[in-house]
């Protein structure tokens, strides 16, 4: 312990930050200089159970009268069923009146009822909901002046007019992430942020029930320059053109390209699980997108896109988890999809498309399975791509030895047009 008290004050403080506020009240008993030390943590991490949320809300009145940090950077409340709604309005107003940035609540599916005064909080930054009923949200008067990130996480409303509301109150937002149950009260989820830069949208199926047609997302973000839509159960989605998009991930249970008719056409990468219908005039011309990652089960895709992306460099076939990032993946990974086979007919283009002759260097297929369409596929590229320099095939984890051994001839004897083309089988 001696070895952390030489530490400067603002490095001691930042590593309190980042343990729960009962265990940084604790250090005051290490030494005369700890102290006080944890009255000046600028990050409070409170979590109420029910077992004894009467002691520790106690705890949270106590730290919130003593905190002596300049400016409350951060506040997270996770609280159970019986966490108190005049409690919780009281720990809010103290955190605005200390100029909070960073708010978290988390309320295990129970109703959670915020001050009207953190509607209109001027020194908030982010804002994370998760796993609560919102009530009592006014539908006029919202106004986060400052707020930057948006977080709802398995949050439900009890209309779709406070969502606009909430959504309309952010004018300078740029980070939205919202994911949905299908049994939220909310069907057609808006967007409309002209200032948002980065939004991720998760739709997770619960059980077996049937939705309706009614359901899904209206996404009005021309700024956006990344987007993500992992969706089990969404009926429709319906986009504006993005001119300023630079990365794109899609997956759709019901992929009607009519959707998306010029509105992914900037993108530099995409990642497109999709189902048909499928109508070439609607698909547009990627002319910048210089990688695409294909879900597996979307190979009625590749023939239409690949006529569409001229100066297509990286293709990748892959189940779209793997193409999120770890923190989307976090989210979804108690989800169990069903990706299919790839058996769908792989129907070989009436003439090579462009970027086969002047551009695609890369081919890289994850947990191949060696079915007669995935061979013909990585065939055709092998016979036709001029500019190819790398096919690497990652095999599926439970095919045996020597079932990749007989991939990887099969793959070795293919016909190259490019000399410089490497096979990489593992």
């Known amino acids: 312990m001696d070895r952390i008290s030489l530490l400067p004050e603002d490095l001691i403080l930042k590593i309190l930050s980042s343990v729960p506020t009962k265990i940084s009240v604790t250090t005051s008993l290490l030494s005369k200089r700890w102290c006080y030390l944890w009255k000046h943590v600028p990050k409070l991490l409170f979590y109420l159970g ?45 955190a ?34 998760i796993a609560a009923v919102i009530v009592d949200v006014p539908l006029t008067n919202i106004c986060f002046p400052s707020l930057k990130a948006l977080t709802l996480l398995f949050v439900d409303f009890l209309s779709d007019e406070i969502v606009s509301s909430l959504l309309s109150g952010c004018p300078v937002l740029t980070e939205l992430n919202v994911s949905r149950l299908s049994n939220a009260r909310v069907k057609t989820f808006t967007v409309f942020v002209p200032s948002l830069q980065c939004l991720t949208i998760i739709d997770i199926k619960m059980g077996s029930q049937a939705q309706g047609d009614d359901v899904g997302f209206v996404i009005k ?19 504006v053109k993005m001119p300023y998009l630079v990365k794109a991930n899609v997956k759709l249970p019901h992929g009607d390209s009519k959707k998306f008719k010029g509105c992914l056409t900037s ?41 569409h992306t001229p100066k297509l460099r990286v293709l990748r076939f892959v189940l779209f988890r793997a193409n999120l990032s770890p923190k989307t993946v976090n989210i979804i990974r108690k989800c169990r999809m069903s990706y299919g086979d790839s058996t769908t007919q792989w129907e070989q283009p009436s003439s090579v498309p462009q970027c086969l002759t002047s551009s695609l260097e890369t081919v890289e297929w994850i947990d191949y399975k060696g079915t007669q369409t995935e061979k013909e596929k990585v065939m055709y590229f092998l016979k036709n791509s001029r500019q190819l320099k790398k096919v690497s095939i990652r095999s599926l984890a439970s095919i ?27």
Not at 65 to 82: D, Y
Not at 83 to 92: H, L
Not at 221 to 239: R, V
């Open 267 to 307: 993108a530099k990468h995409l990642s497109l699980c999709l189902q048909p219908p499928l109508d070439p005039s609607h698909i547009g011309v990627f002319d910048q997108l210089v990688s695409l990652n294909l879900c597996t089960c979307s190979l009625d895709w590749c023939g239409l896109i690949l006529r």
């Open 221 to 239: 973000a021309p700024s956006l320059n990344s987007l993500t839509i992992y969706s089990e159960f969404s009926w429709f989605c319906s986009l």
């Open 400 to 426: 045996n030895l020597n079932e990749k051994h007989k991939m990887l001839l099969e793959l070795a004897s293919a016909q190259r047009i490019s000399s410089e083309c490497r096979l990489l089988f593992t």
């Open 50 to 94: 029910p077992s004894d949320y009467q002691r520790a809300s106690r705890l949270v009145h106590t730290f919130l009268l003593l905190n002596k940090a300049p400016v409350l950077e951060s506040m997270h409340l996770s609280l159970g069923q019986k966490g108190s709604s005049i409690d919780i309005e009281t720990w809010t107003r103290v």
């Open 96 to 129: 605005i009146s200390r100029g909070v940035r960073n708010l978290l609540y988390s309320r295990f599916s129970a109703t959670l009822r915020l001050p009207r005064s953190l509607y209109t909080c001027e020194t908030l930054v982010t804002l994370t909901l």
